[in-house]
């Protein structure tokens, strides 16, 4: 409780000589800390969950076998696959399910610049806020920083992807199955917003993996740094 008052006095100082006066007063069985390591320590923790986390999205099933992630089919789409697996089509709609999470990878590869750019605009008054915060509080500054850049970048890199994989011609071959059986209502969905949307949150969700990791596992706080940092908020 000492340390975490102390931690509070820390950060609500605004002038640097009284900010490191109170730091060297916090407990030092990690050695000294300052106001550059709290944001360095932060900087890390988020390099870690893009490196680590996010990079596993981008390889082939890193969506489809995520069951944290997967892209599902939208709720307008759930008749056109219980419908086509009614009529023997099942192979036709996992096809289908598989290539919105296709398109999905291909996109997250742009992420990681626009996540770099942002995790160095870090200030400290930022850090201070996400050192403090929520357990996803890091993810949710990523996630304020980062959704509109990433959403223009992903949108057109998954409309191509469609493409490329042949989702546009699959999906096109589903929805004209679907809507030719008699007694339904025709269909047809924004899938590239959808998926873009979806990508978007799984990239997301990821981050917060290994963010409630290093907040709640030390054996997760794999540098000196980072042990040092989250020590703070322990």
Known sequence: ????????????????????????????????????????GLREALDL???????KLTSKDGFYNNE???????????????????????????????????A???????ATPIFIDAVKDITFNDAKNILLGNKDAATQYLNEKTQTAL???FNPVIKNSFAKVGADQIWSNLIN????????????????????????????????????????KVGSRTTSLLQKVFALQD
């Open 49 to 55: 969950g893009i490196d680590k986390q996010v990079s």
């Open 104 to 110: 999905a990878e291909d996109a997250v590869s742009e």
């Open 177 to 216: 199955k679907y809507n030719a059986i008699p007694f339904t209502n025709n269909v047809n969905p924004d899938l590239t917003d959808y998926v873009t949307t979806e990508a978007l949150k799984g990239v997301y969700k990821m981050i917060a993996v290994e963010e409630l990791e290093i907040r709640e």
């Open 151 to 153: 959403y223009a970048k």
């Open 68 to 102: 944290l992630v997967k892209i599902l089919l939208p709720e307008e789409l759930q008749k056109v696959d219980k419908a086509l697996r009614d009529i023997g089509l099942g192979s036709l709609a996992d096809d289908g399910i598989k290539v919105l999470n296709r």
């Open 1 to 40: 409780m000492k340390k975490f008052i102390a931690l509070l006095l820390v950060l609500n100082l605004s002038a640097c000589a009284e900010l490191q006066q109170v730091v060297n007063q916090l407990p030092q069985g990690n050695g000294s800390i300052s106001q550059l390591d709290i944001g360095n």
